[in-house]
């Protein structure tokens, strides 16, 4: 039997129930038995487990990282609640009274847990957001070359920098390099960092409640948020499955954005795994194209990605049914 979220039951992991909690009739669901979630809740912890633990150990020691702290501070999730498994929405939970206090829950007597009605009836809203943000972008073709100099000109023509990190190139060698390009940034969120000076040289000029008439594919931020905006706000009536391969598309993604940034990060070590940083030089040939051809990669990476995310939103919504007159 396959549930909504995509996933195969074995023979016996499922039964169909309609239950009453917390004065709230809740619909069919699929409820998996106890046995069987509480190891995909394990297998979801140890997919989890590398990212979050080296990022622990150092913050414990006071140690930041210039690359992957981003997804940990940046976005809203942190990782408790990344190490947290869910099923998604019309799936139930056997002996999960402990679900019983998370957002968006209920739990029967007999200690099924699944995401209520009235939860998924409050994200409506969001859920119609996020998916003609979705299809807006999935509906444009990629645009490959703006070669990351959204993080060059977040320091043009300034004393201070993002990070605390030199600039490789120095400040007039950063400054010369965003000065001999065109500047072609289609995302609100690096856009609103660029410097006083930089902001009249991007083409596009991005705003914060216009995002569905920019976003394009090609976009490293646009395809790092299908995590961090995306996944991250519909947790969840989402599965933690999807959630995780958002995570890990953003954490590669975040990885060639700040190779690709003008900082000079020597001794920076990606964890996890252990491999050495090295520079894209985007303002040489080779770099340039060493760019786009990754790019291009992760536009590929995130499509599925995306129309997944898509199609979630379609369930949801027609599972939350019409609006109210």
Known sequence: MRHPNGRICGRGAISQTAFLTRGLVLAAVD?????????????????????VST????????IKHP?????????????????????????????AMSYDSMRGYAVSADGVATVCDDHL?????????????????ASRPGTFGCFGLHEWAMVYRSAETR?????????????????????????F?????????????????????????????????????????????LMPLIASALLMDAFELAWDIRILDMRAAPYDLTGIVLDPTGE?????????????????????????????????????????????GPPAR
């Not at 409820?31 to 997919?47: D, F, L, M, P, Q």
């Not at 990022?55 to 006071?62: D, F, K, M, T, W």
């Not at 605390?164 to 995302?187: E, K, N, Y």
């Not at 948020?225 to 991250?232: I, T, W």
């Open 31 to 51: 409820v998996i038995a106890e046995k069987t979630w509480r190891k995909a809740a394990h297998a979801h912890a140890a997919r989890v487990e590398s990212y």
């Open 55 to 62: 990022h622990l150990a150092r913050r414990e020691a006071g």
């Open 67 to 95: 690359v992957h702290d981003f997804l940990f501070t940046y976005y809203s999730h942190r990782p408790a609640a990344l190490r947290q498994w869910h099923p998604g929405y019309g799936v139930g939970l056997a002996g």
């Open 121 to 137: 009836g409050q994200q409506v809203p969001l859920l119609r957001r996020l998916l003609t943000l979705l299809c807006a972008t």
């Open 163 to 187: 990070h605390d990190w030199p600039l490789r190139l120095g400040s007039s060698g950063t400054d010369a390099v965003v000065d001999s390009h065109r500047i072609g940034c289609s995302h």
């Open 189 to 233: 969120d690096a856009f609103r960092f660029f410097t006083a000076p930089a902001r009249p040289l991007n083409t596009l000029q991005p705003g914060r409640d216009d995002r569905a008439s920019y976003e394009q594919p090609g976009c490293l931020h646009a395809n790092m948020d299908l995590y961090g905006k995306v996944a991250v706000r």
């Open 276 to 320: 050495p940083w090295t520079p894209v030089c985007i303002e040489t040939a080779d770099g340039k194209a060493e760019y786009v051809t990754a790019q291009k990669a992760f536009s590929e990476r995130a499509r599925p990605i995306r129309e997944r995310l898509v199609v979630e939103c379609e369930r949801l919504l027609a599972a939350a």
